[in-house]
């Protein structure tokens, strides 16, 4: 049942979520009255706003389950862990998004407003106890991502891919919410863990599967795995870069905790049937994202391919179904939203005002050039392939013995195999800046010094974090202990 009164103890477990809510709001008002010269205060607030979230959510940090709102609302390790990495990735994205922003013109304050609700949409789907909670953010992230898609109006590739994002989004909306209505009707719940306990015996087994078939598809269609997946590359390609910077990178967090919270938390007595579906997911990702990417040479379809096959190695975590597995997909989705982050700077960093850095050949004679920055893209690339003893590895190792755990070995070879495949597309980036001539006057950084020094950062982070990956993987575990 929805919750009737509501008590302070309630606000209390609510307290980061209701502050970025009414930050985001005071941001929109604060931003009416700042003239375009003085826009960058918007840009401060933004990131403040952000270390205040992460101070009042590390604050109270969670040790157990606490519930609210009649158990409609979760905050645990797990939801705690996600909006940390939520808001350090967040932070990154209005970083390098500001220098793009301001070159074309789109430097205004409704692109950090959207950010920060889609933020908070993030934060309740990651602690959602009902189905009720969960959608409610879903959506708040969903129209807020179809906002930023749009925002560049005077562009015809990104109106067309905000339309393409819209329906294909409401579609999968729809086909979760469809799912979701039969799950109430086989339990007679909203709250997720009423419907774990209905689930082992429900008499309604039928409607059950119907409605986890449902669920599993919706979810499919917001990680974008295959075959679920034809929104991702024209979205990625039309949308601006920074825009795509967002939403490569924070979301999957998002849709981790979604997949946990209803599957796990809401039908894991029936993970027998859904295990198999992630399962076989995973392995279409995992084939037609390596394979398609080979043929790429615009680097943000590259990356977008490349997305879905990130996404088949998660669900090869996923579709383990225990606490184990579940440690280590959160942990890749954590490893792939730093490196997702990375990989699209790499395109801003090149990019100016009328020339996008979105092909391959474009990163041509960059070790000539810039050797550092070639270096630091070399890092982005190794990682994302997963060569040691970078980050990305650790992370595709972790799914690994998760998938080997659970009894889905053939999974695990095929994954290996396409590991090996994906490693070829992030070569032919890597050949080009240090193998082949420069295009005419050669990549160029015109990039501010902040942008520069937190890519250095962020780079060097994965080969630093690959070093010292134990602390991530022990804090992941312990979100889900045995």
């Given at each position: 049942m929805?919750?009737t009164?509501?008590?302070s103890?309630?606000?209390h477990?609510?307290?980061p979520?209701?502050f970025?809510c009414a ?12 003239s375009p ?5 918007t840009?401060f607030l ?5 270390v205040a979230a992460?101070v009042?959510t590390?604050r109270?940090m969670?040790?157990?389950q606490?519930?609210a709102f ?10 705690d862990v ?9 932070a990154?994205?209005f970083i ?5 922003l301001?070159?074309r ?5 409704e692109?950090?407003a959207?950010i920060?609700?889609a ?6 789907m990651v602690?959602?106890?009902?189905m009720?909670?969960l ?7 969903a129209?807020t991502?179809?906002g930023?898609?749009?925002?560049d ?10 339309m393409?994002y819209?329906i294909l ?7 979760l919410?469809y799912?979701m209505s039969m799950?109430?009707g086989?339990?007679?719940?909203l709250q997720?863990n009423e ?16 409605g ?8 499919g269609f917001k ?9 991702l590359?024209?979205?990625y390609?039309?949308?601006?870069t920074?825009v795509?910077?967002?939403i490569?990178?924070?979301p999957?967090?998002a849709?981790?905790?979604?997949a946990?919270r209803l599957?796990?938390?809401?039908v894991?007595?029936?993970d027998?049937e859904w295990?198999l579906?992630?399962?076989?997911l995973a392995?279409l990702?995992?084939?037609?994202g390596?394979l398609?990417?080979l043929a790429q040479?615009n ?5 977008a391919y490349?997305t879905i ?9 996923l579709?383990n179904?225990?606490?184990?597995g579940?440690?280590a997909?959160?942990f890749?989705?954590?490893?792939y939203s730093?490196?997702a982050a990375?990989g699209?700077?790499?395109?801003i960093?090149?990019?100016?005002r ?7 050949s474009?990163f041509?004679g960059?070790?000539q ?5 070639a270096?630091?893209v070399?890092?982005?690339?190794a ?5 040691p003893p970078?980050?990305?590895f650790w992370?595709?190792?972790?799914v ?6 659970g009894?889905?070995a053939?999974?695990a070879v095929?994954s290996?195999?396409?590991a ?8 032919r980036?890597?050949r080009?800046?240090f193998?082949e ?6 990549p160029?950084?015109?990039a ?5 020094a937190v890519?250095?950062l ?6 630093v ?16 202990p045995?």
């Amino acid at each position: 049942m929805l919750p009737t009164i509501i008590t302070s103890a309630d606000l209390h477990t609510l307290i980061p979520e209701l502050f970025v809510c009414a930050a985001a709001f005071a941001l929109l008002m604060v931003d009416l009255f700042i003239s375009p010269q003085r826009r960058g205060l918007t840009h401060f607030l933004a990131l403040l706003i952000l270390v205040a979230a992460a101070v009042l959510t590390a604050r109270d940090m969670a040790t157990g389950q606490t519930y609210a709102f009649s158990q409609f609302f979760v905050r645990d390790i797990a939801s705690d862990v996600l909006k940390m990495g939520m808001y350090g990735v967040t932070a990154l994205v209005f970083i390098y998004a500001k220098p793009y922003l301001v070159d074309r013109d789109l430097f205004k304050g409704e692109f950090y407003a959207l950010i920060l609700f889609a933020l908070l949409g993030m934060m309740l789907m990651v602690s959602a106890g009902g189905m009720v909670t969960l959608y409610l953010g879903l959506e708040l992230l969903a129209l807020t991502s179809y906002g930023l898609v749009a925002m560049d109006r005077d562009n015809y590739a990104s109106s067309e891919a905000a339309m393409k994002y819209f329906i294909l989004g409401s579609l999968a909306s729809g086909l979760l919410l469809y799912g979701m209505s039969m799950i109430y009707g086989a339990t007679g719940s909203l709250q997720l863990n009423e419907i774990y306990a209905a689930a082992a015996n429900s008499s309604e087994q039928t409607m059950l599967m119907f409605g986890v078939v449902f669920v599993v598809v919706g979810i499919g269609f917001k990680f974008g795995a295959a075959p679920f997946h034809m929104w991702l590359p024209d979205v990625y390609q039309g949308a601006p870069t920074a825009v795509t910077l967002f939403i490569g990178s924070v979301p999957k967090l998002a849709a981790f905790g979604m997949a946990y919270r209803l599957l796990e938390s809401g039908v894991g007595p029936v993970d027998g049937e859904w295990r198999l579906m992630l399962a076989w997911l995973a392995a279409l990702s995992l084939i037609i994202g390596n394979l398609i990417a080979l043929a790429q040479t615009n680097l943000k379809r590259l990356l977008a391919y490349s997305t879905i096959s990130h996404v088949g190695f998660l669900f090869m975590g996923l579709a383990n179904a225990t606490n184990t597995g579940y440690g280590a997909a959160m942990f890749y989705a954590i490893a792939y939203s730093i490196m997702a982050a990375a990989g699209f700077a790499a395109i801003i960093l090149l990019s100016r005002r009328g020339f996008e850095s979105d092909r391959i050949s474009d990163f041509r004679g960059l070790w000539q050039r810039n050797p550092m920055y070639a270096l630091m893209v070399l890092f982005i690339m190794a990682s994302l392939a997963g060569v040691p003893p970078f980050l990305g590895f650790w992370a595709k190792l972790e799914v690994i013995r998760a998938a080997l755990a659970g009894d889905l070995a053939w999974l695990a070879v095929l994954s290996v195999v396409c590991a090996v495949i994906g490693a070829f597309y992030y070569l032919r980036v890597i050949r080009a800046m240090f193998f082949e001539e420069a295009e005419g006057d050669g990549p160029q950084i015109n990039a501010d010094s902040h942008l520069r020094a937190v890519f250095v950062l962020n780079a060097s982070a994965l080969l630093v974090l690959g070093i010292f990956a134990e602390p991530i993987v022990n804090w992941c575990r312990l979100a889900f202990p045995a």
